[in-house]
């Protein structure tokens, strides 16, 4: 499969999981909206009919005074009411009827009056009921289907808190309900209710809960998703670089081997004429072949044993420098057949380090090989390593003039059986394993290395060791 197409599936799917996720969020909120409406409706209609009941408690107090005070009068009708029509005759009835419709009227204004009379000269909070208010707000919200606790606090006209229930609560009280009390009276004699629900917002967020659910599974959907395309396309790459590394492998190998058996039937065919010289010359080819297999196998059983976790290194305190200018006056000689040169510049102070003395050869080896394996074909390569001191670490730094490494290649030049393509598959030898090995080294050392580079101009390498301790 294609990188592009596996983007533009990553990208069409990570665009649906983001939709689903809109919807569903939009879709809580709105049920969340729903709920908080249907809430603040039954609450005002709750208030609503507390506050009638405190102004029908009071009037039917009133009216119990007024209706004491003619109670004879009205028995004395109710008898009259109960005598026959037939005895009494309809004219002497109806007039009977018609006083005490009259008298009724002067009952019910008498209540009114005494009403009006009672709200404008009692204080608002001698008129207001607490008990009976709070066992009415209490059955009204229960009646609208709301069973949560509240706390409430009375103000008069003015805004003077007059009373607040004996276990009230802060929490909540930035969102709460207000009802006037009192209405029909002046406005000396009314009054405010507010009511909160501490736990209002838990109540809201509960209709929620199976879709906060949803989008727990739809993000650890996507979650899942996107770990599984990153191992797909993972798997996809190391595959890539397994059937490079065997390609390489296999051309590396194909060279010396050929070499290898091309000498042997040299030696082996009668019909060659053989001198000593030529006896020496075809053993030597066959010594540096094998070498060469052996050093190339090697490699890759250090691999191979570092990932298993087998590796043991042999750590000593040496000099540092003694060991660069020793692998430089080996290899020195091989940089200047291809027409360049090596400067040193060994200007630490304290060279000394613990080290595998093997494996900090090869790390040297490796990278002044790797700057030989990608010099620029025109330019003379020209290698300079430098070595000081920073505090309590030794330093080490290769620079080479050749073709430079692109971005997106530097941050996978220490990856396994990675290899920086110039053009030509094998026209760089090797199994991609070099500078992975070099790491790898460098970190069991504990030390760090990093690479700068810019395409064309060249490549640096820094090591970074600590400095052995006396």
């Known amino acids: 499969m294609k990188r592009w197409i596996l983007w533009t599936i990553c990208l069409s799917v990570g665009v649906c999981f983001v939709i689903l996720l809109y919807l569903q969020a939009r879709y809580a909120w709105s049920m969340m909206s729903i709920r908080r409406e249907q809430f603040n409706e039954n609450v005002f209609r709750s208030l609503d009919a507390a506050s009638r009941d405190l102004e029908r408690s009071e009037t039917m107090a009133y009216l119990r005074d007024v209706v004491s005070i003619y109670a004879d009068t009205l028995d004395t009708y109710s008898s009259s009411y109960s005598m026959d029509i037939t005895m009494t005759g309809m004219k002497s009835f109806q007039r009977r009827i018609r006083n005490a419709y009259i008298y009724e009227r002067e009952v019910l204004d008498e209540v009114i009056l005494r009403v009006m009379y009672a709200s404008s000269n009692q204080l608002f909070e001698d008129r207001i009921n607490k008990d009976f208010l709070r066992q009415s707000i209490h059955r009204a919200l229960r009646d609208n289907g709301i069973t949560l606790p509240f706390h409430y606090r009375i103000y008069d006209t003015n805004g003077v808190e007059v009373f607040r229930c004996p276990d009230y609560e802060t929490e909540g009280e930035e969102y709460s309900y207000s009802q006037t009390l009192f209405r029909s009276d002046p406005t000396t004699g009314m009054g405010v209710v507010c009511v909160h629900f501490p736990s209002l917002n838990r109540y809201v967020l509960e209709v929620a809960n199976m879709i906060y659910l949803a989008l727990l599974f739809t993000v650890i959907l996507f979650v899942t998703f996107m770990i599984t395309v990153y191992l797909v396309a993972r798997q996809k790459k190391l595959s890539e670089l397994k059937k490079d590394f065997i390609s390489n492998m ?9 070499t290898i058996s091309i000498a042997a039937q040299m030696m082996s065919d009668t019909n060659l004429p053989k001198s000593p010289e030529t006896y020496e010359r075809l053993g030597g080819v066959i010594s540096s072949e094998t070498k060469r297999l052996r050093y190339q196998v090697e490699k890759v059983l250090q691999m191979s044993l570092y990932e298993d976790g087998n590796m043991a290194l042999k750590k000593q305190v040496l000099n540092a420098n ?11 000689l091989k940089v200047v057949q291809n027409g360049g040169e090596v400067n040193t510049r060994l200007d630490a102070l304290n060279p000394n380090v613990e080290v595998d003395e093997m494996h900090f ?18 330019v003379p390569l020209t290698l300079e390593i430098a070595t000081w001191n920073k505090g309590d670490d030794f330093c080490i730094q290769i620079t080479d003039n050749g073709l ?40 069991l050392h504990s030390g760090t290395i990093k690479a700068s580079s810019e395409f064309g101009k060249g490549t640096k390498f820094l090591i970074v060791l600590p400095i052995a301790k006396s």
């Open 404 to 443: 430079g490494i692109r971005k997106d290649d530097l941050k996978r030049v220490f990856d396994k059986f990675y290899r920086v393509h110039t053009g030509n598959t094998h026209n760089v030898k090797g199994f991609g394993l070099g500078l992975a090995y070099v790491k790898k080294m460098v970190q």
């Open 361 to 378: 050869t090869n790390i040297i080896f490796n990278l002044m090989d790797n700057a030989v394996k990608y010099k620029k074909e025109d």
């Open 250 to 258: 296999t051309h590396e190998f194909k060279t010396p081997i050929s």
């Open 322 to 332: 003694e060991l660069i200018e020793g692998v430089v006056e080996t290899f020195s």
